[in-house]
């Protein structure tokens, strides 16, 4: 038995046929090996080609879908850039590269002006720990959270103590004593005391 795309052909143009010469056998049966074999690969490359399909069609969703992430995210970078560079809308909607720069630009400003803050206070409290004043911060509920100018002759007066002793202290007695857990902190200043 041969093919069968063969056995149709040799049965439409070989007259005799089935009946053919040793010979001739062999020839045909050569001619239906070559006929397998040429199914065999057009199966294998079709199932090649329908995989590979199946993989491109994978990888061509993940990326749409990695686009619209993209374009999300870079829609979303204009919109904030917009609203912190309003006078530079026009270079955030056309370059988004530029953008990057003007980010770098604004963050180093604010190094800048962070380290100018930063030199500005100590300058402040260096001047300040040179008066002969008392100072100290307190937080919203009226609690003494730091105390300047330890040294300050003008606090240890007032308190009666140097001026970390007095961290923790609350403000909030009506008179003109002040507690810190169940201790009295006495000051000396009256009223001036705040």
């Known amino acids: 038995m041969y093919h069968r795309l063969l056995e149709r052909q040799l049965r439409k143009f070989l007259p005799g046929y089935p009946s053919v010469s040793e010979e001739m056998q062999e020839l ?21 080609m329908r995989e590979s399909s199946d993989e491109l069609m994978a990888k061509k ?16 970078l204009r919109e904030a850039a917009t ?4 006078d530079q809308a026009s270079i955030v909607n056309e370059d988004l590269l530029r953008l990057a720069d ?13 380290a100018r803050k930063e030199q500005s206070d100590q ?6 720990e040179n008066l002969d004043l008392g100072m100290a911060r307190y937080d919203l ?9 330890f040294r300050s002759a003008f606090w240890i007066v007032a308190t009666g103590y140097a001026g970390h002793v007095g961290i923790g202290f609350s403000t909030g007695s009506s008179d003109s004593r002040r507690t810190q857990n169940g201790r009295k902190f006495r000051t000396n200043c009256g009223s001036s005391c705040v």
């Open 102 to 114: 003007i980010v770098q630009e604004e963050i180093q400003k604010r190094h800048i002006a962070e």
């Open 123 to 128: 300058r402040l409290m260096d001047i300040i």
């Open 61 to 76: 969703s993940a990326l749409n879908a990695l686009l619209d992430r993209q374009s999300q995210v870079l829609e979303s």
């Open 28 to 48: 045909l049966r050569a001619i239906s090996n070559s006929y397998e074999h040429f199914d065999n690969d057009r199966v294998v490359m079709e199932t090649a």
């Open 141 to 149: 509920n009226g609690q003494i959270t730091q105390v300047v100018t």
């Open 83 to 86: 609203s912190l560079f309003p």
